[in-house]
Structure formats: C-alpha cells, structure tokens
C-alpha cells in the first residue's frame, strides 16, 4: 500500500516547455486534488476532483489543466511553463466521510 | 484579505515548554477545522481536526475552536525537539459545493531547542 504516489520529485524546465506530474493513488479515494506551496503563500488549491470524470477549478487554476479518467490517477498539466510556476506541487487525496487528506511527497519544479 | 491567517513565526521554545499556535479566520461557513504537521521537504501530515465549536485532547496536543470569535488554536505541551516542524492549520465548509475544499494558512515555522 503505496499511498499517494507523486512523480517526479525534481523537476528544472525552460520558460515555454510542458509537462505533466504525476499523481497516483491506490487508497481507492473519491477526492484528489493539486496544491502548490509557495513561501509565505502556504498551500494554494489548483485543482481538484470529487471522482473519475468530475473536476473543478480551485483557487489558483490558471496554467494548469487536469483531467480525471481513472479513480486512481490524477495528473496535473502545465501547458506553458512560466517562472511565476515555480513551486513545490502535492497531490492530496481524501476518502468518503473522511476529514484526512493524505498528501505525496512533493514535486519540486523549477522553471528559468 | 486571505480568508485564514496564520503568524508564520519563526517561532523558538526550549525543550518542555508549552507551545501555542493560532489561527484566525473570516468565513463564517467554515465548519471542520484541521492541524496538519510538515516536517522539511515532506508532505503535511493531519494531526488533529474538529467540528464545530469545541475542544479535542489527543496525548500532548489540544485543539480549540472558538466560532464566536473566529479563532482556532493548537496548544503542545511538553513540547519535544521532534515537534519542531511547520503547523499548517486547514478549515473546510460542508455545504455540497464547497465539499471538497480545504483553505489552508501560511504556516507557523516552530522549533524546539533541547
């Protein structure tokens, strides 16, 4: 039992390139969601989904897109890197009538 | 305005002492309150959460929430080098729209000295 499985940990991209990060859980939760954790900004809601097929927007969605096709797995992608993304990313996830949210290890991203 | 605001400290206490954490909030819909604990390059980690208005005891922590006055706390008493770690406080409303989202405060950097 793995838990919330992020990939990769590290991560350097040019301004303009793309990418996805991975998240995967094997705790069969409903609830998956992205954060990114910024100093002095705390943890700020990307995206998130209550189910396979179900996503909405959080407080900072812009940039980034999601999708949701499996209860599993949750990928969030950046579609154009700027240096403003540059941040550490945790997936979190929750289960049903649950307040726990089980959070990854963290990506670290660099954009330059 | 952030909707939760939390001191970020740093915040330095010797070994033993009790230690007090607060945070400050404005939605009033807001109904489950959480304390997550993140050590250095890790993820946070739930520590205590309640509902409502009320206290809750587990070991060495307590939970306080006052809705009156919008004010949640985390008491750790006989505070340990090993609770030295960023507190994170967390609250979350419960109406269907809302359900899945949690609003997080900045943190509080705390470190225990032996």
């Known amino acids: 039992n793995a838990g919330v499985t992020q990939t990769p940990k590290f991560q350097v991209l040019k301004t303009g390139q793309s990418m996805t990060l991975q998240c995967a859980q094997d705790?069969?939760?409903?609830?998956m969601s992205w954060y990114r954790q910024d100093p002095g900004m705390g943890l700020r809601l990307i995206h998130y989904?209550?189910?396979?097929?179900?996503?909405d927007q959080g407080e900072v969605p812009n940039g980034y897109n999601v999708s949701r096709s499996t209860t599993e797995d949750f990928p969030l992608r950046l579609l154009s890197a700027a240096p403003s993304q540059t941040s550490v990313y945790f997936c979190?996830?929750?289960?049903?009538?649950?307040?726990?949210?089980?959070f990854g290890s963290g990506t670290q991203l660099s954009v330059l | 305005q952030k909707e939760v605001e939390q001191d970020p400290g740093p915040l330095s206490v010797p070994e033993g002492a009790i230690v007090s954490l607060n945070c400050t909030y404005s939605?009033?819909?807001?109904?489950?309150f959480m304390w997550y604990r993140q050590y250095s390059r890790k993820g946070p980690e739930l520590l205590m959460y309640?509902?409502?208005?009320g206290n809750k005891e587990d070991g060495r922590f307590t939970a306080q929430v006052d809705k009156s006055s919008k004010y949640i706390s985390l008491f750790i008493r006989d505070s340990q080098p090993s609770d030295s770690a960023t507190y994170l406080c967390?609250?979350?409303?419960?109406?269907?729209?809302?359900?899945?989202?949690?609003?997080f405060g900045d943190g509080t950097t705390l470190t225990v000295k032996p």
């Open positions: 979190a996830t929750r289960g049903r009538g649950s307040e726990k949210l089980f």
């Open positions: 705790m069969n939760h409903e609830y």
């Open positions: 989904s209550v189910g396979a097929g179900i996503t």
């Open positions: 939605n009033s819909a807001f109904q489950y």
């Open positions: 309640t509902y409502s208005s």
């Open positions: 967390a609250m979350r409303m419960t109406y269907n729209t809302n359900a899945g989202k949690s609003t």
